[in-house]
């Protein structure tokens, strides 16, 4: 099977298309809390005269990316498309799948593919067990880093000077009464993370949901991602999740080292 590298290139200023990276900008201005946009919201909210603001959202709008009633603007399902088109030209989301199922089939648990995005935790792909949780995060889920158990794993691998970056920017957020609100405490336990090897997490971002994460890397120790499951607290005993999960979380990272 052929291997997979990952290059980091660099650009040149002249050589990027700002009004791409704008238009970027405007589409993930929507989200949970700004779902309707007003040219003034969206100026406000990213940077843009109200003039660039209302041509940036009639153009989507032309395009059938977004929708209007003449004051607020909204996303159409159409936007879907666009990350359709990562998931399917994207080798590994799709290659991943069938470790996934492997996963999910051994353990009879919910199992996901994550990566670090900004100070999110993005959930790629993912294979739910046949057991009903409260949760479900499909693919394009995005999460806080600091309450996700793959967050944590991926942040652990961050050089020390971007780690301390980010914990000095992040602002914690109480997701459930037991989410970790202590910058310190967090720091120590992602480096903790880091010496370990894997991640146990509880009632970080909802209260009686348990995540257990290993990272996955390639041959040459590019870090590509986390591998995680998701399972409710009241079906072990965390010392019997660790003993069951993280063998079977490893063994399918290294087997997935030896071809990406």
Known sequence: MKKLQLLEVEVAKRDLIEGLIKGIDVITAFNDDAARLSVTDLAEKIGLSRSAARRYLLTLVHIGLAATDGRNFWLTPKVLNLGRAYLDSARLPRAIVPFLQRLTLQLQESTNYSVLEGDDVVYVSRVNAPRLMTTSFEPGTRLPAYTATAGRVLLSALPDDQLHAYVERVELIAFTHLTLLDKKQLLHEVLQIREDGFAVTENQYEVGLRGI???IKSRRGVLIGALSISMM???SSK????????????ATANTLMQWV
């Open 233 to 235: 607290i009241a079906n």
């Open 213 to 215: 994460s290993v990272p």
């Open 239 to 250: 010392a019997e999740a660790m003993a069951k999960c993280v063998p079977a979380l490893q």
